[in-house]
């Protein structure tokens, strides 16, 4: 219990980080998480993370895990509401005045600078996953090569996660 309000802070503060996806955020969300609150370790958030990649709905409902691990169902429950209510409100509230300021000159150089913003948040989540998971030649190959079939191909990533697990079980047993 003693852990809802530093989950509703810290998850509340994430949401409003994760422009352009929850990769965004992945960054500080590993920092908080697993450095200043040790709700989960490293290699158990790059792990959930993973699993979101397959589950249906956002890939952030594994967020609901840490919630859980820290303070059970209740924090579980902090969490959803935190993480997705205060970015839900504030889309809402934008995409309303938004449609106001078509006309604004503002407007769409607001919009060419946020589409560059989401793609260096994106990219440095998609680099502190990647210090993280990739450690060696086999998880290296394993990554280069899911990076290459999905930049040939169109192709389902769930089946690339489930695939990769199949050669990682393989590989590291």
């Known amino acids: 219990m003693s852990q809802l309000p530093a989950l509703i802070r810290v998850f509340a503060y994430l949401s409003l980080l994760a ?3 929850g990769m965004a955020a992945f960054p500080e969300m590993e920092y ?16 959930l993370y993973s699993i979101g990649q397959m ?6 409902m594994m967020i609901v895990a840490i919630g859980d691990w820290a303070a059970g169902a209740l924090g ?8 997705f209510l205060p970015t839900a409100l504030l889309t809402f509230a934008v995409g309303r005045g938004w449609k106001r300021l078509e006309s604004w000159p503002w407007r769409d150089s607001i ?18 996953m990647a210090k993280g998971a990739i450690f060696g030649v086999e998880t ?9 079939i ?14 990769s697990a199949v050669i ?6």
């Open 19 to 21: 422009v352009g996806g």
């Open 32 to 47: 908080l998480s697993v450095d200043v609150h040790h709700w989960l370790t490293k290699e158990q958030l790059i792990h």
């Open 55 to 60: 589950a249906p709905g956002p890939n952030m």
């Open 76 to 83: 579980a429950l902090a969490v959803l509401l935190a993480f």
């Open 111 to 128: 919009q060419a600078g946020l589409a560059p913003v989401s793609i260096g948040l994106l990219l440095a989540g998609c680099y502190t």
């Open 140 to 148: 290296a190959a394993i990554a280069a090569g899911v990076l290459l």
């Open 150 to 163: 999905l930049l040939q191909y169109k192709m389902n990533p769930a089946l690339l996660v489930a695939a």
């Open 168 to 173: 990682g079980y393989l590989s590291f047993r």
